[in-house]
């Protein structure tokens, strides 16, 4: 079975500052996806960022990345130049390849607070 | 992008009734829908897959004649709530795929008195 694992339940990050969320899993499938979904208060679940486990290269979407280590199986975000908006919960998520399509694990989620 | 809609998006009801939850995919068709439970401050839990015109998948622990899942349509699923109770009262949320790309609702808040 995968797992998913954030061990940082809260962080806070001066604005316009860089903050790193951590995330770890575990599996044994050699395809899959890897997803940052940010849940504002609103509960809305907005996707931040989305990595393909063949591919290499990090993810970049402005002014988030990702550093995935597929040895490691470590997969973290990293915002730059928070802003106050970005104040949320934060979910790394695991998806097996295409033929779960959908089928998310959820870390447990890290609460980011951006203070001015 | 996609639009995936839930109705309603907070109820409240007695203990030992029933609650009906739809989650529509508004401006595509989707074949698999997912729904998933979330307590206040923690992760979100899947419950089961909801598949067009078959039964649902249901994750392990996750009673099956407790949270009926109904998807009579390709744009329509439903999770019925049967005799819920206080331990029932969470944020209910579906998500859709369409392609690759996976579209969530915007949640549903259910509270059992």
């Known amino acids: 079975a995968q797992t998913v694992t954030q061990s940082q339940p809260e962080m806070s990050v001066q604005e316009a500052e860089t903050v790193t969320l951590s995330c770890t899993y575990d599996?044994?499938?050699?395809?899959?996806?890897l997803f940052w979904y940010k849940q504002p208060p609103s509960r809305q679940m907005i996707l931040v960022i989305r990595?393909?486990?063949?591919?290499?290269q990090n993810a970049t979407e402005n002014r988030f990345s990702v550093n995935f280590q597929k040895a490691a199986k470590s997969f973290s975000l990293k915002i730059s130049d928070s802003q106050l908006g970005d104040t949320a919960m934060y979910f790394c998520a695991f998806m097996k390849g295409s033929s779960n399509t959908g089928k998310l694990i959820f870390g447990q989620g890290t609460t980011l607070q951006v203070k001015p | 992008g996609a639009v995936v809609s839930q109705h309603p998006s907070w109820v409240i009801c007695k203990s030992g009734t029933s609650v009906k939850i739809e989650c529509r995919s508004l401006d595509f068709q989707a074949t698999t829908m997912f729904w998933y439970r979330q307590f206040p401050k923690q992760s979100l839990m899947l419950m089961a897959t909801s598949n067009e015109g078959s039964k649902a998948t249901y994750e392990q622990g996750v009673e099956k004649d407790k949270f009926l899942i109904n998807h009579a349509s390709l744009t329509l699923s439903t999770l019925t709530v049967t005799s819920a109770h206080p331990e029932d009262s969470s944020f209910y949320i579906c998500?859709?795929?369409?392609?690759?790309?996976?579209?969530f609702g915007p949640g549903t808040r259910l509270t059992v008195l």
């Open positions: 990595q393909e486990a063949y591919k290499q």
């Open positions: 599996t044994s499938e050699n395809n899959y996806y």
């Open positions: 998500s859709a795929a369409r392609l690759e790309d996976l579209f």
